[in-house]
């Protein structure tokens, strides 16, 4: 059963959907996450224009996902870090 206020996507918009998480994920691969963050909150805010709850509940989810990826790959940049700089503390 269809939602009647929902608007039908074209194929051109499932594109342009499909081409945001290509990029995004081709940023977050490459350690870009600012970049990859941008394209997903973009993502999110053309599913939002196409009104369709199911898109729009995965595009939210996915950006919360990446989020949370972003700050668990932040702090094991940061326990990686703090042995360095503890060692050359202790080497001055």
Request: hydrophobic fraction near 40%; glycine fraction near 2%.
């Amino acid at each position: 059963h269809r939602d009647p206020t929902a608007r039908k996507y074209s194929m051109t918009k499932y594109k342009k959907l499909y081409e945001l998480i290509h990029l995004a994920d081709r940023a977050k691969a490459n350690g870009n996450f600012p970049l990859a963050e941008k394209l997903i909150k973009q993502l999110f805010l053309e599913t939002l224009k196409g009104r369709d709850a199911r898109l729009i509940k995965l595009a939210a989810n996915t950006l919360f996902e990446h989020r949370r990826l972003h700050i668990a790959h932040v702090l094991r940049i940061l326990k990686r870090i703090d042995p360095i700089q503890a060692q050359r503390k202790d080497l001055s």
